[in-house]
Structures are given as structure tokens and as C-alpha cells.
């Protein structure tokens, strides 16, 4: 189940009890085992994500604020960020941010709250056509819970 | 948590103020750019912009220059733009045009009853002097970090320094003001673009004006010191820095941009600068966004081009030194790092930060070495900037003791320098901060004064004493930072923050973060229960994630050929103006020729 509109306002007060859907278990990701290398020439993903590259994942991590409130995609971080850093500049994200293309747009907390990503993993660099955002790692089809 | 510098607030208010002041007649104030009061260097290319605040016919319109059309003067017809951006107001451009002759300039610009005047000062130089220039930035640099860093460095006893910094016995000294076109606080772009073009700007912006321009790239140009160089001259340029080679300073060497976040623009346009060494963090803008960790939104591999180009890359210390150890390098291309270098205190002591993934960044003394020798194999001489970026980066969330570690740093660099322009007496060097921070040593913390409470331990006037760090290892820096009675450095201008009156022994201070999107900055509670933390409210807005700037004065040394006129108070822009002294960059100048002034004013001639 995604996170509604609805739930989202009321989410404040009533803690959101929701599960993922999918009925085959998906793996489990760590933001610190995603890449095996990061250099001077750029980061290395590591084996088991390109192996999972395609297949349903999870992964914990801090929701960002969103690029603009009408986008399909958020960015998830190990770490909370702060700022929209896309409000000055897209160029300031922590390198390893994974972008979440939800199931249903609106779904955002808004708030960098915690949350758990489910969806399928994708690899390799996409720039967004709306945003022009580039991402070197994606989970689509996502559906998002708090943590 | 990632602190990220958000600049896009400031604009926005001083934007809305300035539509503010100017609301009384229309929503579109009027300007010409260079501004009134502007000091431009004879010979040194600048975009001459009209604005309008209305719709004007170009027939009807006089631009003059000390009376007469300024077509003729500047010897380019103005492009004439009707709608600038869309909007019912017009705009007149000249593009990289000059002003041979030193004097005053009177421009004026007329269009029905729209009028507007500035005055210039067109300014020569003397022969040159120098046959090098090295400029420090202490990036943020505050008296406080100055005199923590020669305490801890050199020691002090009796009230006397058992020692000084590298740039406290330089002959010459300055108050430096470092107040912009928009604000009296500035930032590090707009700042480094005073000392690097002679002209004022904004914040966040670097080699140009700000005009109404829609586009960050349509702002009214102003000549960078390493375009005057390369255009002028044969001699190198290099540019330093322990932040990304992309981040303001750096980029105030090379860039034209109203907005310093363009870092992929601003790698760019360092590759097009021709600047012989460069050298910093950064790497992530410089790589085809094909690959994982690249900030580029393009497919360009900027390494690559830089080594078609002849350059020698190094992506670590040993081969930074290789590479300046071949006799045969003239330029090199260094970066050690995708985002800011490490500091002094955690890549020599405490190895937090990121120096685990990134063991073998160079330090900036060897840095500036490396620079030195490798510019120096041109005979014609050489432009250094170098920056110690940390200080302000550390000085930001209120880490004292790595901004000071960081100043240490930037006098060993600077003492490299010192040597090498030893040996022949013609270099003049400069080191200077490019703004402040709120910042202050008020006494020591005794960790073995009686009670719980931190605040207590603070020993103020005889209370104080001195502190107890070791002595210095051979290279300034005490091996042990966390000491038992160590310096009580406090900043006053913070957000709320947890106060732990100890040095951050993991990483960097967060001194404050934000829970909700549009929430306030709230003191980061991670500090909440190191033993001793007290909140401190701050009086920040609760906009502000960190200390800010300052408006006091910045403290500049300088010793060598040119120093002469580093004294008392200066603006920022003479920093760039005893640069091209020193240099003779407009010596031939003919002084003697002043632009007459004529009653023939001819309407302008609108571009086809
Ligand atoms: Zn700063």
C-alpha cells in the first residue's frame, strides 16, 4: 500500500501501518553496501547491486524534500539532508542518494523522515525529463513506508 | 547529516528588498553596468548594459561617454535588446569592450525622461615590478583563527609568542573591507571576484555583474585576472585549493556566472581558462555523468579533455609529485578528491572525515610547492592563487579547532612561498581572508576546575591562565587536540546548537538541523548528551544552518615587490588593483590623453 494524500496529512498524529506488496521476498539493501569503491574517477557499483539490478529490493533511508511537489520521484539518502539542495543546485547531493520513483505520485512526507523504499532496482545513469535530474541508481515502482 | 550550503535564501532577500526600495514608480529599476563609482583597469575588457526600467525607442536614446556617443568611444555599436527576457523593458549591450585611457567617465544614458548616469574611474598601472604574484586566501579567515593558530602552533608563555606564523612578520599589512554590491556581507564568489577582477559584485556571484538577466550566463562580464594574464602576457597561472577546484574562490580565478553553484559550468570554463596548474577537490564535476558519482548532466569527461590538452593529471599526492617532478611538465591537472578535501587535523590525526576513502590527498603546503615549481619553469613569471578553504568551512559549523588546524596549514603553505620568492626577491605575496566569521578566544576550558556544569570551567581574565597543549610536531601542529585546559573559541552569530565545550574527535560539527522541510534550524539533538552540552539559542533567523559571514574587516599581509601599497584600510577590489600594479599589466597606458568631452551627442544605432 503507498503512502496516500489523505494518510500523509493525517499522518502526524496516526502512525501509518502499511506493507509492502510484494509477494515475492525482495532483498534487502544497505545504503553503505551499494558501492565497492569510491575514487577520484568516480564510484563502483558493488557486485551484489549490479546482481540485483531488475529484481525487487528494499532499502532504508532518509526521505528528501522533493524537487518540485508535483514530481514522481524523490531522492533517498543515507543520511537526512537538510535543504532541497535542488533549490540551489542539484549539485550539492551526497554522491551514493538513490532516486525513488514512486507507484503513485503525492505520496511524500515532506518532512526527511525515515522511511523504507520497496520497488524494483535499477541501475546505470537516466536524467529525469521533467527535472533534468541525473541518477546513477534508481528503485522504481516504489511503495514507501515509515520507519 | 550532510550540511548543505544554501546561498538561494540570501538572494532571495535581498531580491525582494530591492524590488522593495525601487516599487515606488515601476517593478523594473533602472542601472548601467560597470556601476557608478566603478575603478576598471585601462586596457581590461568588460560588458558595458543599459537597463531601462521601461519599453524604449533605440532612435531616442543617447548613451554618452563623457559627452560623446558611446559607440564611438567603446568602437562597437550597442546591441539594442527590445524585450529584455520577455518583459516590457529594454536593454543596451556592448560586450568586451575597453577603455584605453586612464581618467574619469562620465556615462550617461537618456530616453525621453528615463535618465541615468554613472561616473567611472579608468585607472593605468606603473612598469611592472614584480615577476611573480602568489595570492593566499585564507578562506573566512577571522583574527581569531590567526591568533588561536599561533598559539597553538608556536606557543605562548609570559604573554609572549615563542613564535610566529608564517605571514606575522610580512612587511606590509591591511584592513581589508569586503562589503558587495548587494549587501555588506558578502560571500566567497563575490568577494574573490573583487580580488580577482577590481570590480564589486553580489552574492553568489563571480565575473560579472548582476543585471535583471534571466540567464546566470547573460550577466555583464568583467575580465578574470587569468584572462588578462593569458590575453596580456605570456606568463602561467595557477590556481589551488583544498575546496573543489569549482567551489567560489577557485572559481573566481576563471568564472562568469551569476550563480556560483554552476559547478559543472564553472569545470568548464576552468578548462577553457588555459590556467597552466589546477589543483583541489572536486573531481565530480569533471566526469561524464555516465559514471557513478559524477555531477555532470552531460556526457563530457573534462580529465580526458585536460589530458588531450597536454596536461599531466595526478589524482594523488605521490602523483602530483611525480608529475612536478618531470622537468618536462608545464601543466598539470590535480584532483584528489570528487568533493572538499580533508583537513589538517583529520588527514594528519584523527583520520575521520572521509580520509579512510581518501588516504593519499596531498597536503596544501606541498600543494603550493608542487604549483610553484611546476609554474616557475615559465620564464615570464607567474599568478598563484592558493586557498586554505577549510578555515571556512570548519569556521561555518563552528568547529573551531579543524578552521584552526586548517590555519596552520595555511602558514606552512605560505612559508613555501616565502622560500621560494627567498631566492630572488621578485615575487609579491599576498594572504588575506575574503570575508569573516563571528568569532572569538575568550579564555580557556579546564576540564579539572570543581562541578559538572562546562560553563563553570571557563576561566575568564586571570581565570584563564594558558593552555596545555603539547608543543608543535615539526610541522606546527600539536598532536593532541583534546587536551585538559585547551582555548574556550566561541562564535556568536549561530543557529541553536548544542554547546559540548570539546573538540568533535569523530566528525565535523552539525551544530544545527532542520526536521521539517519548511521547519526551523533546531540544534542538532545528536549533541544533545555528550556529557557537559548545553543548548546555546541562537540569534540567527531560524533560516541559518550554520555561523555566517561577517562584515568586519579581514586582516591582509603582504610582503615582496608591490607591497608598497598594501597598508591601512583597502577595499577588496584594490586587491586585484596592487595585483595588476605589480605586474605593469596596464603600464603603457597613455595617461597623458583624457577622452574631451563634446556637445555632439549622436542617438544610438540599434544592432540589426
Ligand atoms: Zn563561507
Known amino acids: 500500500m503507498t503512502i496516500e494524500r489523505r494518510e500523509f496529512l493525517l499522518s502526524a498524529a496516526i502512525p501509518l501501518l502499511t506493507f509492502a506488496p510484494f509477494a515475492k521476498a525482495a532483498e534487502s539493501l544497505k545504503f553503505a553496501e551499494l558501492y565497492k569503491s569510491r575514487t577520484v574517477m568516480g564510484m563502483a557499483f558493488a557486485d551484489r547491486t549490479l546482481q540485483l539490478a531488475g529484481k525487487p529490493v528494499d532499502l532504508a533511508g532518509y526521505m528528501a524534500p522533493p524537487l518540485k511537489p508535483e514530481a514522481n520521484f524523490f531522492v533517498l539518502t543515507r543520511t537526512p539532508v537538510s535543504v532541497c539542495p535542488f533549490c540551489d543546485s542539484d549539485a550539492d547531493w551526497p554522491a551514493d542518494i538513490v532516486v525513488v520513483y514512486v507507484k503513485k505520485a503525492g505520496s511524500f512526507l515532506q518532512d526527511g523522515s525515515a522511511v523504507s523504499v520497496s520497488g524494483v532496482l535499477q541501475t546505470g545513469s537516466k536524467t529525469d525529463t521533467d527535472t533534468g535530474f541525473v541518477s546513477q541508481l534508481r528503485i522504481i515502482d516504489a511503495v514507501v513506508k515509515r520507519l | ?608
Do not use: C
Open chain 2, 1 to 608: 547529516m550532510k550540511k548543505i550550503h544554501s546561498f538561494a535564501r540570501f538572494a532571495a532577500t535581498s531580491l525582494a528588498l530591492g524590488l522593495t526600495l525601487a516599487g515606488h514608480s515601476s517593478v523594473f529599476a533602472q542601472a548601467i553596468f560597470p556601476i557608478d563609482r566603478a575603478a576598471i583597469l585601462a586596457g581590461s575588457k568588460f560588458d558595458f548594459k543599459v537597463e531601462f526600467d521601461r519599453v524604449v525607442d533605440a532612435a531616442k536614446t543617447r548613451i554618452s561617454i563623457n559627452g560623446i556617443d558611446a559607440a564611438k568611444v567603446l568602437g562597437a555599436e550597442p546591441q539594442f535588446i527590445f524585450n529584455e527576457d520577455g518583459k516590457k523593458v529594454s536593454s543596451f549591450v556592448l560586450p568586451g569592450v575597453m577603455l584605453d585611457k586612464p581618467g574619469s567617465y562620465d556615462v550617461v544614458a537618456v530616453s525621453g525622461n528615463a535618465r541615468m548616469q554613472v561616473t567611472w574611474e579608468v585607472y593605468a598601472t606603473g612598469p611592472r615590478k614584480a615577476k611573480n604574484v602568489i595570492l593566499f586566501i585564507g578562506d573566512g579567515m577571522t583574527v581569531a583563527n590567526r591568533t588561536a593558530a599561533r598559539i597553538l602552533s608556536k606557543g605562548i608563555k609570559e604573554g609572549k609568542y615563542l613564535g610566529r606564523l608564517s605571514f606575522d612578520d610580512m612587511s606590509n599589512m591591511a584592513l581589508v573591507g569586503t562589503s558587495g554590491v548587494d549587501s555588506i556581507i558578502t560571500d566567497s564568489a563575490n568577494s574573490m571576484s573583487a580580488y580577482t577582477t577590481g570590480h564589486k559584485t553580489s552574492v553568489n556571484a563571480l565575473g560579472v555583474y548582476v543585471s535583471r538577466a534571466k540567464d546566470n550566463l547573460a550577466h555583464p562580464k568583467v575580465e578574470t585576472i587569468t584572462e588578462l594574464i593569458k590575453r596580456k602576457t605570456n606568463m602561467a597561472v595557477g590556481i589551488v585549493s583544498d575546496a573543489e577546484v569549482e567551489d567560489a574562490t577557485p572559481a573566481g580565478m576563471v568564472a562568469h556566472t551569476r550563480r556560483r553553484a554552476d559547478k559543472d559550468i564553472i569545470a568548464e570554463q576552468l578548462f577553457f581558462s588555459r590556467a597552466d596548474v589546477i589543483m583541489g577537490g572536486g573531481s565530480a564535476y569533471f566526469l561524464p555523468q555516465t559514471t557513478p558519482g559524477s555531477k555532470r548532466k552531460d556526457t563530457n569527461n573534462l580529465i580526458d579533455l585536460f589530458k588531450l590538452d597536454d596536461y599531466a593529471f595526478a589524482s594523488t599526492d605521490k602523483e602530483m609529485k611525480q608529475a612536478a617532478a618531470n622537468p618536462k611538465t608545464r601543466k598539470l591537472l590535480g584532483l584528489f578528491h570528487p568533493e572538499n578535501m580533508d583537513g589538517a587535523l583529520d588527514r594528519h590525526f584523527l583520520k575521520k572525515g572521509t580520509v579512510p576513502q581518501f588516504p593519499e590527498q596531498p597536503d596544501l603546503a606541498d600543494m603550493t610547492r608542487t604549483a610553484i615549481e611546476v609554474l616557475s619553469r615559465n620564464p615570464n613569471g607567474f599568478v598563484l592563487m592558493v586557498e586554505a578553504g577549510l578555515i571556512d568551512k570548519f569556521n561555518h559549523p563552528l568547529d573551531w579547532e579543524r578552521s584552526v588546524y586548517d590555519t596552520i596549514m595555511l602558514s606552512n603553505a605560505v612559508q613555501v612561498a616565502k622560500d621560494f620568492a627567498a631566492k630572488n626577491n621578485d615575487t609579491f605575496i599576498m594572504v588575506t581572508p575574503d570575508h569573516t566569521h563571528g568569532a572569538s578566544i575568550v579564555g580557556t576550558i579546564d576540564d579539572n576546575k570543581p562541578g559538572t556544569e562546562m560553563r563553570n570551567k571557563v576561566g575568564v581574565y586571570a581565570d584563564a591562565g594558558y593552555p596545555n597543549y603539547p608543543k608543535a610536531n615539526k610541522d606546527g601542529y600539536p598532536e593532541k587536540v583534546d587536551v585538559s585546559k585547551r582555548l574556550a573559541f566561541f562564535y556568536g552569530n549561530t543557529p541553536d546548537y548544542y554547546e559540548t565545550f570539546q573538540p568533535k574527535m569523530n566528525d565535523p560539527f552539525v551544530p544545527a538541523i532542520k526536521l521539517t522541510k519548511d521547519g526551523p534550524y533546531v540544534a542538532n539533538p545528536a549533541y544533545k548528551d555528550v556529557p557537559g552540552a548545553v543548548l546555546r539559542t541562537g540569534i540567527l533567523p531560524q533560516s541559518a544552518d550554520t555561523g555566517t559571514h561577517t562584515a568586519d574587516d579581514g586582516v591582509l599581509s603582504a610582503m615582496g615587490p608591490g607591497s608598497e601599497r598594501i597598508h591601512g584600510f583597502m577595499d577588496n577590489t584594490e586587491i586585484f588593483r596592487a595585483m595588476a600594479d605589480s605586474l605593469g599589466l596596464a603600464a603603457n597606458a597613455n595617461s597623458t590623453k583624457m577622452v574631451k568631452a563634446s556637445k555632439v551627442v549622436k542617438p544610438v544605432t540599434a544592432a540589426k
